[in-house]
């Protein structure tokens, strides 16, 4: 029976099962079975403890859980990279889809792409006995290291590659990159600048193909893509360079920041977007519809990635049957960055 003693006396440490247990009118071992949601509890007796757990503020030791059922229901997440919008936003689109599942989150930010920094992430996620990995790095040279490493848990990762077979949940890149190349061409662009992102990183590498790709289609030659760092500077930089540049009339820039620092150096150069050179963005940043004027980009939706990536982990976890690559399609938004030539 609960009384205001016993729970004068659990307030003053933490609480454990048995203060519980003991506050509920239960015994330990059923207050282990609500935690575990064990399927032969009473809804009465499961709602009591539960009530009891929130007045008390218990919290189960998922290391004692883990001990006891083998699962520690926690999924890590290896990132790293963090401060980019795609990278960022996915994270957080994982950590809601794991807490909305059941599941905690535990994300390691590794220092650098080196063996040494990798090895060290997956170590700490490992050591807090983690059920699955999320993988958001977006650096080739990071997946390919992880490629040879034996992860020892099941894994998702959320960047497409043609080689990563059925741990992969994405947005198809390559068909964000030629729907954005698509529509400049049906506005009669024919002298369109690509603006690339760092070519180590999988997004960047697959939105040139793309664009390679759609340009091709159509029968169009296409010019060196210009290498960039995914900064509105950079952006910047190459807008000041085609305003001196007649010939180009549209740009399909790989990322919303960088076709930002574009339409700056564009206007600052008395030079009219759309009117003088339309631009397509790729990412639809909460930013892009307040851009002047508002940009035209390929949207991503992060958390349906999220939510799959998180839903096929717990799939593995339970060794349900294998599944397939899945890819995600982007949507392009069309808004007033770009015009009919």
């Not at 919008?85 to 689109?93: F, N, R, S, V």
């Not at 983690?130 to 650096?139: H, L, Y």
């Not at 040879?148 to 949940?169: D, S, W």
């Amino acid at each position: 029976m609960r009384g205001p003693m016993a729970t004068d006396d659990v307030r003053r440490r933490a609480p454990n099962m048995r203060d519980v247990a003991r506050a509920a009118g239960v015994s330990h071992q059923t207050v282990s079975r609500v935690i575990n949601d064990h399927p032969s509890l009473r809804d009465e007796t499961k709602q009591r403890v539960l009530e009891v757990m929130t007045e008390l503020n218990y919290r189960p030791n998922r290391a004692a859980r883990a001990l006891v059922t083998s699962r520690s229901r926690t999924i890590g997440i290896l990132a790293s990279h963090r401060s980019e919008y795609g990278p960022a936003t996915m994270i957080k689109a994982v950590e809601i889809a794991a807490k909305d599942s059941g599941y905690f989150a535990s994300t390691v930010n590794l220092g650098g792409s080196d063996d040494d920094e990798i090895r060290a992430g997956l170590d700490h996620l490992m050591n807090q006995a983690v059920d699955g990995i999320v993988i958001v790095a977006p650096q080739v040279r990071v997946l390919n290291t992880l490629s040879l490493l034996p992860l020892g848990v099941p894994y998702v990762a959320v960047h497409q590659r043609a080689e990563a077979g059925r741990h992969v949940i994405a947005v198809d890149q390559v068909l964000g990159a030629r729907l954005a190349t698509r529509h400049l061409v049906e506005l009669g662009h024919r002298r369109i600048a690509h603006v690339a992102g760092p070519q180590d990183w999988i997004e960047a590498e697959a939105r040139t193909r793309g664009f390679v790709e759609e340009m091709a289609a159509h029968g169009i030659t296409t010019e060196a893509p210009l290498i960039g760092d995914w900064s509105s500077d950079f952006g910047y930089s190459v807008g000041r360079r085609l305003r001196e540049d007649p010939r180009v009339t549209a740009v399909f820039s790989s990322n919303d920041q960088m076709a930002l620092g574009l339409i700056h150096a564009l206007r600052e150069g008395g030079l009219d977007v759309p009117g003088d050179l339309s631009i397509v963005g790729f990412d639809d940043i909460p930013e892009a519809r307040h851009f002047w004027p508002p940009l035209t980009t390929v949207s991503q939706d992060f958390t349906e990635v999220g939510r799959r990536a998180v839903a096929r982990l717990i799939n593995d976890i339970d060794d349900s049957a294998g599944a397939p690559v899945e890819t995600i399609e982007p949507r392009l938004i069309v808004r007033q960055s770009t015009a009919q030539l």
